[in-house]
C-alpha cells in the first residue's frame, strides 16, 4: 500500500510503498481510509512538537479519518496512540474508537469538520456547564476552529457570541454564522485588549484558540470591565496559535471569580471525546455546521504540505485517489 510518511521531524512527509499494516488486538480491524484532514494537529505530530509526541520515527501522520471496515461499514474514527496514522491506504483502527457513519454523510466533510468542530463541541459539553443563554468570546474565531466554534455556541443556545479575529473579511463572514459581535485583533495590541475588554466585559465564557500575548493582555480589561465581578468568568485554553506560553497577571486571579481551564487529548478522556462523536457526526452530516474541505489526493501530500495553509479552507486528504 502507499502512505506518507515522516522520517525526519526536520523533513515533509513523503509519499512511499510501505508493508500494509496487520490487526494484533482483538478490537483492532483493518480500515480503507477514505478521507483524512491535514489539521494543525497533524503538522505538530509530523514536526515532533505536539505534547503527546512520543518522537517515535518513523511515522505514519494522520490523527483522525473516515474509513471502511472488512464489513462495508463506514466509521469515523481516531487513530490509535502508535506511529501509525490515517495518511495511508490503509490503517489499523481500535474498533473502540470507531464511530458508525450514516450512510449519506459525505466522509470529505466528516474529514474536514470533526478536528476543529470537536474543539468547541466537547469543551462546551465536557470542560464547562454551558447554561443557555451563555454569552461567549471566541478568540481566534477566523480559523477553521474558530468558524466552527461560533456555529457551535450558536446551536448550543448562546445568547451573545463575540469573534475576534485578525483577517477582516473572513471576521465579517462571521456573521453569517452566528456571531452578534465581531471585532478586530489587528493593529496596536493595548487598543485590542480595551477593546476586547469593552465588547466582552460580561462573558460567561472564553473559548481561545490564540493564548501567548494577545489572550494575556486581554484578561484584565474584560475582568475589570464587568458590571458584576462575582461572576463566574470561565477562560478556556483550546489552541495556541499565537503561542505557547502566556504571561498571566496575578491580579486577574484576584480581582474577579475566575478561573482559567484548558480542553484537549487529555483533560477529554477518549471516553468522554467519543460520547459526543454521534451527536456532533449528526449536527456535520445534516448541514447544521459548515466546514470548507478542499481536497487532494493523498501522492501529492509533499507538494501540498510546503504550501502555506488557508485557514479558511481544511485541507483532506483522500489516498485512493492516485
Ligand atoms: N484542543 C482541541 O481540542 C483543539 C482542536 C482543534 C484545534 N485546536 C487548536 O486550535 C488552534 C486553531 O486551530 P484551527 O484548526 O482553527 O487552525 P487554522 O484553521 O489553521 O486557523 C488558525 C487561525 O489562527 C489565526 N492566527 C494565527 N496566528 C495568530 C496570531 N498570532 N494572532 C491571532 N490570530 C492568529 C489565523 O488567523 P489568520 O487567518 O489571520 O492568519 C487563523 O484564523 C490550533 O492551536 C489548534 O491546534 C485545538
Given at each position: 500500500?502507499?502512505?506518507?510518511?515522516?522520517?525526519?521531524?526536520?523533513?515533509?512527509?513523503?509519499?512511499?510503498?510501505?508493508?500494509?499494516?496487520?490487526?494484533?488486538?482483538?478490537?483492532?480491524?483493518?480500515?480503507?481510509?477514505?478521507?483524512?484532514?491535514?489539521?494543525?494537529?497533524?503538522?505538530?505530530?509530523?514536526?515532533?512538537?505536539?505534547?503527546?509526541?512520543?518522537?517515535e520515527l518513523p511515522l505514519i501522520p494522520g490523527?483522525?479519518?473516515?474509513?471502511?471496515?472488512?464489513?462495508?461499514?463506514?466509521?469515523?474514527?481516531?487513530?490509535?496512540?502508535?506511529?501509525?496514522?490515517?495518511?495511508?491506504?490503509?490503517?489499523?483502527?481500535?474498533?473502540?474508537?470507531?464511530?458508525?457513519?450514516?450512510?449519506?454523510?459525505?466522509?470529505?466533510?466528516?474529514?474536514?469538520?470533526?478536528?476543529?468542530?470537536?474543539?468547541?463541541?466537547?469543551?462546551?459539553?465536557?470542560?464547562?456547564?454551558?447554561?443557555?443563554?451563555?454569552?461567549?468570546?471566541?478568540?481566534?474565531?477566523?480559523?477553521?476552529?474558530?468558524?466552527?466554534?461560533?456555529?457551535?455556541?450558536?446551536?448550543?443556545?448562546?445568547?451573545?457570541?463575540?469573534?475576534?479575529?485578525?483577517?477582516?473579511?473572513?471576521?465579517?463572514?462571521?456573521?453569517?454564522?452566528?456571531?452578534?459581535?465581531?471585532?478586530?485583533?489587528?493593529?496596536?495590541?493595548?487598543?485590542?485588549?480595551?477593546?476586547?475588554?469593552?465588547?466582552?466585559?460580561?462573558?460567561?465564557?472564553?473559548?481561545?484558540?490564540?493564548?501567548?500575548?494577545?489572550?494575556?493582555?486581554?484578561?484584565?480589561?474584560?475582568?475589570?470591565?464587568?458590571?458584576?465581578?462575582?461572576?463566574?468568568?470561565?477562560?478556556?485554553?483550546?489552541?495556541?496559535?499565537?503561542?505557547?506560553?502566556?504571561?498571566?497577571?496575578?491580579?486577574?486571579?484576584?480581582?474577579?471569580?475566575?478561573?482559567?481551564i484548558g480542553s484537549g487529548q487529555g483533560s477529554?478522556?477518549?471516553?468522554?471525546?467519543l460520547a459526543e462523536f454521534p451527536a456532533l457526526?449528526?449536527?456535520?452530516?445534516?448541514?447544521?455546521?459548515?466546514?470548507?474541505?478542499?481536497?487532494?489526493?493523498?501522492?501529492?501530500?509533499?507538494?501540498?504540505?510546503?504550501?502555506?495553509?488557508?485557514?479558511?479552507?481544511?485541507?483532506?486528504?483522500?489516498?485512493?485517489?492516485?
Amino acid at each position: 500500500m502507499y502512505a506518507a510518511v515522516v522520517r525526519s521531524f526536520d523533513s515533509s512527509p513523503k509519499y512511499e510503498e510501505v508493508e500494509s499494516p496487520v490487526p494484533s488486538g482483538e478490537h483492532e480491524a483493518l480500515v480503507d481510509v477514505l478521507a483524512a484532514g491535514l489539521h494543525l494537529r497533524v503538522r505538530a505530530q509530523a514536526n515532533g512538537s505536539h505534547y503527546t509526541s512520543t518522537d517515535e520515527l518513523p511515522l505514519i501522520p494522520g490523527i483522525d479519518g473516515v474509513g471502511r471496515l472488512p464489513d462495508g461499514k463506514l466509521v469515523y474514527f481516531v487513530a490509535t496512540d502508535t506511529a501509525l496514522g490515517t495518511f495511508a491506504d490503509q490503517t489499523i483502527v481500535d474498533l473502540r474508537r470507531a464511530v458508525p457513519l450514516p450512510a449519506y454523510a459525505d466522509p470529505v466533510l466528516i474529514a474536514a469538520a470533526m478536528n476543529p468542530a470537536m474543539s468547541a463541541w466537547v469543551t462546551l459539553r465536557r470542560r464547562v456547564q454551558a447554561k443557555p443563554g451563555f454569552k461567549v468570546l471566541i478568540l481566534g474565531a477566523t480559523g477553521n476552529s474558530g468558524q466552527m466554534a461560533v456555529q457551535i455556541a450558536k446551536l448550543m443556545g448562546a445568547s451573545q457570541i463575540i469573534a475576534a479575529g485578525r483577517n477582516p473579511e473572513r471576521l465579517r463572514s462571521l456573521t453569517q454564522l452566528g456571531a452578534d459581535v465581531t471585532l478586530s485583533l489587528a493593529g496596536d495590541p493595548a487598543a485590542v485588549a480595551r477593546n476586547l475588554g469593552e465588547a466582552a466585559a460580561d462573558a460567561d465564557i472564553v473559548l481561545d484558540y490564540l493564548w501567548g500575548e494577545p489572550a494575556a493582555q486581554a484578561m484584565l480589561p474584560i475582568l475589570t470591565r464587568r458590571s458584576d465581578r462575582s461572576r463566574l468568568l470561565t477562560w478556556i485554553q483550546i489552541g495556541s496559535v499565537a503561542g505557547a506560553d502566556a504571561p498571566i497577571p496575578s491580579a486577574a486571579l484576584r480581582s474577579a471569580n475566575f478561573q482559567i481551564i484548558g480542553s484537549g487529548q487529555g483533560s477529554v478522556t477518549p471516553a468522554g471525546y467519543l460520547a459526543e462523536f454521534p451527536a456532533l457526526i449528526q449536527a456535520v452530516a445534516d448541514g447544521k455546521l459548515t466546514a470548507n474541505p478542499v481536497v487532494y489526493p493523498l501522492s501529492r501530500i509533499e507538494e501540498v504540505w510546503k504550501t502555506p495553509a488557508d485557514s479558511q479552507q481544511r485541507i483532506v486528504f483522500v489516498p485512493h485517489n492516485k
